[in-house]
């Protein structure tokens, strides 16, 4: 089945499903979804393969598809993704024996210029879809491809040391794309895509919100560092009309509960006042930290 269907009319399927699935790359998928939901011409056909990081299927000329696992008990990774000095993110080849034609099907994709989808481990069989991303350079002596993550990225040439503001820009760009989706996504399979507050269950509606903002100190890009909040809440959040206080009891700003401006205000806001929060991680190791909550129920009372 692999080798009778054309790759560019695969490829193109392929982006348009996960699309609709991922609703563009904000709800995650799972490995059955991706062996067993994916159908060309009534067929099924797998997206990833049992086992292995890359898939290349039967005859074709380059791979469709690449895949890192979520850690295991340990931040570390099976393969050892980092940025490089330009900013660029890498891959690394298969070193055994076996990843010898996965390699190859590597090559021939960054050569054609053709994309390739990534699936980023969240948790055990359960990934964050970025795509499309591109090959655009190998590093033989790393064992590992240059990869491009947006369209800016491929515009630039890879491999070379670049100005520290042309770097940044190009590591900013990769925290938008892989970084920033990646951490909504962990929140949102934590909080099983409800808001902390209300339990709303409308992902298009929902933020992954910082407890602690990640531009100061204590901000890490962490569940324990976040809540999953629909809009209304989060931007109440932010601007410290709505707190949390560290025994996960919800309070508005006195400033608000004695205004009278319609049902949004009573019901989005002011019927929360005194509640605790409506949902929490199931693991108590992910649920928020009481220390970063107190830290920004301080600031939520200065204000």
């Known amino acids: 089945m692999d080798d009778a269907i054309p790759e560019a009319h695969v490829r193109a399927a392929a982006l348009d ?25 009534e067929a099924r056909f797998p997206l990833v393969d049992a086992g292995r990081g890359i898939r290349k299927p039967r005859g074709w ?9 979520a850690p295991k008990g340990t931040p570390s990774r099976p393969y050892d993704d980092s940025k490089g000095a330009d900013g660029l993110h890498r891959y690394k080849l298969r070193r055994d024996e076996r990843g010898a034609a996965e390699n190859e099907g590597l090559r021939s994709a960054m050569l054609q210029q053709v994309p390739l989808t990534w699936f980023y481990g969240i948790r055990p069989s359960i990934y964050q879809a970025i795509f499309a991303v591109y090959l655009v350079g190998e590093e033989p002596d790393e064992a590992q491809f240059i990869m491009a993550l947006t369209e800016e990225q ?30 909504a996504s962990q929140v949102m399979v934590a909080y099983q895509t409800r808001c902390a507050v209300c339990s709303l269950n409308h992902r298009e509606l929902l933020d992954a919100a ?37 025994d996960y009891t919800v309070q508005i700003h006195h400033r608000l509960l004695g205004e009278i401006d319609g049902p949004m205000l009573r019901h989005g806001l002011q019927d929360h006042h005194g509640r605790r ?22 600031g939520f009372l200065a204000a």
Not at 61 to 69: E, N, R, V
Not at 277 to 298: A, C, F, I, N, Q
């Open 17 to 41: 499903w996960l699309n609709k699935v991922t609703l563009d790359g904000t709800l995650t998928v799972t490995r059955s979804q991706l062996r067993d939901d994916f159908h060309i011409h």
């Open 61 to 69: 000329s380059a791979a469709l598809s690449i895949l890192t696992p």
């Open 154 to 183: 491929r515009q630039f040439q890879p491999g070379s040391r670049v100005e520290a503001a042309l770097r940044q820009y190009l590591v900013t760009m990769t925290h938008r794309r892989l970084h920033q989706q990646v951490f």
């Open 210 to 246: 910082h407890i602690i903002p990640d531009s100061q100190p204590n901000g890490d890009a962490v569940i324990t560092n976040a809540l999953a909040l629909r809009k209304l809440h989060h931007a109440a959040y932010d601007r410290n009309i709505l707190g949390i206080r560290p």
């Open 277 to 298: 929060l409506m949902k929490l991680p199931v693991s108590k190791r992910e649920r928020p930290d009481t220390d970063r909550l107190l830290e920004r129920y301080e």
